[in-house]
């Protein structure tokens, strides 16, 4: 079982042009502990991101690496989305943070990355996550999710800016995305 299968945006550009397309660089997988550091390093390089401890990136490739990702070109991480399913909704994958490192961005591989999660993570129909109003980069990538899969997107309220206390935090409404239909390989 998979996905419907969604090109990059690569493989869409040539297709337009009737070219072929040339592969992407990045290899896509899970996380393992030698990541935790370098993912680290590319959440640092990747702001407006909350910057958690290296600890906090060597549990998530530790206990949740099943439905993280990593996107590695020779020996750089480039890209990182940290997710995990909700406790009381097993078929809703939370997208906590997502990181395209500058030199890899506007290629698609924040889409490849999200849809690497569909494809491998088993018995996902609805992706959560939140984005700030601001980050129209992160907005046009789930909405561009969205489209190509031709589900709805709803937007919620859910983390307001006084629940962040005296940091200087924006809102960060919810966006559901769903239901994504798995179709038969
Ligand atoms: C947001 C981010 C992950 C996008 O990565 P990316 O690989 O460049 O995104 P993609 O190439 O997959 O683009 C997906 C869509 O978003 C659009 N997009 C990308 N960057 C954009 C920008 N700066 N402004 C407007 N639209 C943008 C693309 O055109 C594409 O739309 P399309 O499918 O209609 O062509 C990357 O910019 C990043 O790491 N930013 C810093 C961290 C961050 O804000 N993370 C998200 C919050 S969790």
């Given at each position: 079982m998979r996905y419907l299968f969604i090109p990059s945006k690569a493989e869409k550009n040539n297709a337009t042009a009737g070219e072929v397309a040339e592969p992407d660089p990045w290899v896509l997988r899970t996380p393992g502990l030698q990541d935790g550091y370098a993912i680290h390093q590319l959440i640092a390089a990747c702001p407006p991101l909350d910057l958690n401890s290296v600890y906090v990136y060597l549990l998530l490739c530790e206990h949740?690496?099943?439905?993280?990702?990593?996107?590695?070109?020779?020996?750089?991480?480039?890209?990182?989305?940290?997710?995990?399913?909700?406790?009381?909704?097993?078929?809703?994958?939370?997208?906590?943070?997502?990181?395209?490192?500058?030199?890899?961005?506007?290629?698609?591989?924040?889409?490849?990355?999200l849809q690497y999660l569909l494809e491998h993570v088993a018995d996902v129909q609805f992706i959560e996550t939140t984005v700030s109003p601001d980050n129209q980069a992160s907005r046009r990538m789930f909405e561009s999710l969205a489209q190509d899969h031709a589900v709805s997107l709803q937007e919620s309220e859910f983390f307001e800016q006084s629940a962040f206390g005296e940091q200087d935090h924006p809102s960060e409404p919810l966006l559901r995305m769903g239901p994504f239909v798995r179709i038969t390989a």
């Open positions: 949740f690496s099943g439905t993280c990702v990593v996107a590695a070109r020779e020996h750089d991480v480039d890209g990182f989305i940290s997710a995990y399913r909700l406790p009381e909704k097993p078929n809703t994958l939370f997208v906590w943070q997502v990181a395209v490192h500058e030199r890899a961005r506007g290629s698609g591989l924040g889409q490849r990355m």
